[in-house]
């Protein structure tokens, strides 16, 4: 909106913009649009998947869907719809046995960390993706959830890179597609999304569940422990 003379003017719809200067005495104010976030994804083993979207969910103070972008068969992508804000990011389907393997936006590392775009500047996010990713085989009670969460919460994700599967009718259960690092792993029977997805709530059982350390292109077998009920109602009732 645009003071002029006691008029009030509002703007067309248009673009997101930010404020580059402010002049009281003169009301004058420069504004400039948010740029757009750009980048490329390319393969450690030269083998790009065919089709690649990268979704962007913002992380702090704003409530909304994730925003996609798709690449193209060359890598490259644009999100124009950038906000200032910062994102949680991640990519919808990667082929099995794929995982991040390096990712900066800027010249720094965000392969676990947000995406801040919070002045609005866009800019160059370079993906790495590997096909050795990890895999995590094993069994547990039937009718039951497995969920791993890594040692070190990943911060770029909104889950904390929490992944999870249920058992099967064997007992049996296999996640692929894991990032070589170490990791918690265990069985809950009932236990509501918003605490699942919660890395701090998880990190409250790191004692209770069993520790994995996956090697790039490994594969590590575990027979895994039953949360119980009162040990989850326990933690539960200690929340703030």
């Given at each position: 909106?645009?003071?002029?003379?006691?008029?009030?003017?509002?703007?067309?719809p248009?673009?997101?913009?930010t404020?580059?200067?402010?002049?009281?005495?003169?009301?004058?104010?420069?504004?400039?649009?948010?740029?757009?976030?750009?980048?490329?994804?390319?393969?450690?083993?030269?083998?790009?998947?065919?089709?690649?979207?990268?979704?962007?969910?913002?992380?702090?103070?704003?409530?909304?869907?994730?925003?996609?972008a798709?690449?193209?068969?060359?890598?490259?992508?644009?999100?124009?719809?950038?906000?200032?804000?910062?994102?949680?990011?991640?990519?919808?389907g990667?082929?099995?046995?794929?995982?991040v393997?390096?990712?900066?936006?800027?010249?720094?590392?965000?392969?676990?960390?947000?995406?801040?775009?919070?002045?609005?500047?866009?800019?160059d996010?370079?993906?790495?993706?590997?096909?050795?990713?990890?895999r995590?085989n094993?069994?547990?009670?039937?009718?039951?959830?497995?969920?791993?969460?890594?040692?070190?919460?990943?911060?770029?994700?909104?889950?904390?890179?929490?992944?999870?599967?249920?058992?099967?009718?064997?007992?049996?259960?296999?996640?692929?597609?894991?990032a070589?690092?170490?990791y918690?792993?265990?069985?809950?029977?009932?236990?509501?999304?918003?605490?699942?997805?919660?890395?701090?709530?998880l990190?409250?059982?790191?004692?209770?569940?069993s520790a994995?350390?996956?090697?790039?292109?490994?594969?590590?077998?575990?027979?895994?422990?039953?949360?119980?009920g009162?040990?989850?109602?326990?933690?539960?009732?200690?929340?703030?």
């Open positions: 909106m645009n003071v002029r003379g006691g008029e009030r003017t509002r703007f067309a248009g673009p997101e913009v404020v580059s200067s402010f002049n009281l005495e003169g009301l004058a104010v420069s504004l400039s649009p948010v740029r757009p976030i750009t980048g490329r994804v390319t393969a450690e083993n030269g083998n790009l998947p065919a089709r690649i979207s990268l979704r962007f969910l913002p992380a702090v103070g704003v409530n909304g869907a994730p925003s996609s798709i690449a193209k068969a060359d890598g490259t992508f644009e999100f124009p719809l950038a906000g200032t804000v910062k994102y949680w990011w991640n990519f919808a990667l082929p099995e046995g794929t995982y393997k390096s990712a900066g936006f800027r010249d720094q590392d965000v392969t676990h960390s947000l995406l801040d775009n919070l002045a609005g500047l866009g800019g996010l370079q993906i790495v993706l590997s096909s050795k990713a990890a995590l094993g069994t547990g009670p039937k009718g039951t959830t497995v969920r791993i969460w890594p040692k070190i919460a990943d911060l770029g994700n909104n889950v904390g890179g929490m992944r999870s599967v249920l058992i099967d009718q064997d007992g049996a259960f296999q996640i692929t597609g894991l070589p690092g170490e918690y792993v265990a069985a809950w029977k009932d236990l509501e999304s918003g605490l699942a997805e919660s890395p701090e709530f990190a409250r059982f790191n004692g209770d569940a994995v350390r996956l090697d790039e292109g490994g594969r590590v077998t575990v027979d895994v422990k039953l949360i119980p009162d040990r989850v109602a326990a933690e539960i009732a200690r929340l703030p």
